[in-house]
């Protein structure tokens, strides 16, 4: 069963923190995105990637970075955490030839 | 640019009733549509999708049929069970690069026995 795994359910940061959420699938996917979910809001692109060291923002980038150094891992990077970041955080993949996305289970963070 | 629009939550039925979730999409060009649900806890599954006009997309006895003239991709289900009590995601996306998809705001669905 293909999977993408995101690394912790639950995360608590200080403000000001640099955290790393990593996001590792096993499907060997060109394509991986992060994506942000508040209530309201549904989710909301921060950035994706078309493959290895290939990267573009989304619609929601300020405050945040990634890394992709290898295809089955996208890192996304808060470089100095704030109270308005706290949200649920959501990765996900596709493969060049199939529409739709596989999503890891979520990251929880909370900012204090 | 490309959005999506969904009915606003939240949604309570009791179990065995008709279920319609409304989806309407804006897009530049023919994007493929997609319905997503969201269990507790969990992070999201594709539900169903249509990739081009008229289309019909089916799954656990959900459907949801792409039109065009009304920009629309309602969710439906005959007779709704108290499994089915969930957040549901409408999506949108051109199947160009990377396909970033658009999601809309998200239906929470209550099902009561």
């Known amino acids: 069963d293909v999977k993408v795994t995101q690394s912790s359910r639950y995360l608590v940061k200080r403000t000001g923190e640099k955290v790393f959420l990593e996001c590792v699938q096993d499907?060997?996917?060109?394509?991986m995105f992060w994506y942000r979910q508040d209530p309201g809001l549904g989710l909301r692109l921060i950035y994706f990637s078309y493959d290895v060291k290939m990267k573009e923002k989304g619609d929601i980038p300020e405050g945040y970075s990634v890394s992709r150094e290898k295809k089955e891992r996208f890192s996304l990077i808060l470089e100095s955490a704030s109270t308005n970041q706290t949200s649920m955080y959501l990765c996900?993949?596709?493969?060049?030839?199939?529409?739709?996305?596989?999503f890891g289970s979520g990251t929880r963070l909370t900012v204090v | 640019g490309n959005s999506v629009t969904q009915m606003e939550g939240p949604v309570t039925l009791s179990e065995e009733a008709f279920l319609t979730i409304n989806c309407t999409y804006t897009?530049?060009?023919?994007?493929?549509l997609f319905w997503y649900v969201q269990y507790p806890g969990e992070g999201l599954q594709l539900l169903l999708k249509?990739?081009?006009?008229?289309d019909k997309g089916s799954n656990k006895g959900f459907e949801a049929t792409y039109r065009k003239e009304t920009t629309s991709f309602h969710l439906e289900k005959g007779s709704v069970q108290v499994s089915d009590s969930a957040v549901y995601f409408c999506a949108s996306g051109i199947n160009q690069g990377a396909q970033k998809l658009v999601f809309g705001q998200g239906t929470r669905l209550t099902i009561n026995p």
């Open positions: 996900a993949s596709r493969p060049l030839d199939r529409e739709g996305y596989t």
């Open positions: 897009a530049t060009g023919y994007p493929s």
């Open positions: 249509a990739t081009k006009a008229d």
């Open positions: 499907m060997d996917h060109e394509n």
